[in-house]
């Protein structure tokens, strides 16, 4: 255990294959087995790991990778008639389980406003999960998948008017914030847009032959959305995906989504068992 970095790294991926094959053999979710690797090996179980909150950060960056390369299959135009289509869907699910919520957790005791954090908390879904679920269910490339994914990207931004609202509450500016963010979401896209038409688009056509150059800069480009989303005070995932549909159209969009594809998976294993590690079990 000289170096904890390499350990931390052995545990997770060595383990994983190990627990993947037996839950391949037993026909198990591989979500939940790398969930489980994560409670047996965090400090809840037998403590192999000793920064699970690193690791955690780490993995986020999966969730990017996640929602670029879906990005990557949705042309403008489809995302725009699904953003329309499932705005009815993600409104009434998100009324109906937070009005649910909020009726348990009165019955339950809860105060009147612990009850109403509970039912925005109801409101939401697990993004990265459901994305992770949806090949497995032969989901992502029918239309009910698309309205998922869709609803899932409304309820990301539903989640940051709450909050919105919260830091109202809390003494904060409602009305300029909710501006900003009107105003960032449609900036976000004519940059993506621009950056996408009058400069990735060239120097991908310049350089189409150097593999190593396309690859480098289609994971610039990800990450430089997701942080720029960041600074706009938008979900860096709002970032990554915008800037997978601002390539969609072109042609190299289909080798960059394949080449990111294994990276993509290396940073989900650490987020699942990064799930699993941070449970703080009695």
Request: net charge negative.
């Amino acid at each position: 255990m000289d170096d904890p970095i390499l350990f931390t790294l052995f545990v997770i991926f060595s383990g994983a294959a190990v627990a993947a094959t037996l839950g391949l053999f037993a026909r198990q979710s591989l979500l939940v087995i790398y969930i489980l690797i994560g409670v047996a090996a965090g400090p809840w179980g037998l403590g192999l790991v000793a920064e699970p909150e690193l690791v955690s950060r780490l993995s986020e960056v999966g969730v990017l990778f996640l929602l670029y390369l879906l990005g990557l299959n949705l042309h403008p135009q489809r995302l725009f008639g699904m953003l329309r289509e499932a705005m009815l869907v993600a409104a009434a699910s998100s009324v109906a389980f937070a009005g649910l919520a909020v009726l348990l957790a009165h019955l339950l005791g809860f105060n009147y406003q612990e009850a109403l954090v509970i039912g925005a908390a109801a409101m939401f879904s697990s993004t990265i999960v459901a994305l992770k679920l949806m090949p497995t269910l032969e989901l992502h490339h029918q239309h009910a998948g698309e309205v998922i994914i869709a609803v899932l990207l409304l309820q990301d931004v539903i989640a940051i008017l709450i909050l919105l609202l919260l830091k109202a509450l809390g003494g904060g500016e409602f009305v300029p914030a909710l501006a900003r963010l009107g105003m960032a979401l449609p900036f976000l896209g004519l940059l993506a847009y621009a950056g996408a038409r009058w400069v990735l688009v060239p120097l991908f056509g310049r350089f189409d032959t150097i593999r190593e150059y396309l690859f480098l800069m289609s994971l610039g480009w990800c990450l430089g959305m997701a942080q720029l989303a960041g600074f706009l005070g938008l979900p860096a995932e709002v970032g990554a995906f915008i800037g997978g549909v601002a390539l969609a159209t072109h042609p190299v969009a289909a080798y960059i989504a394949e080449s990111l594809k294994p990276l993509r998976d290396f940073f989900l294993v650490m987020f699942f068992f990064s799930l699993g590690a941070g449970f703080d079990l009695p």
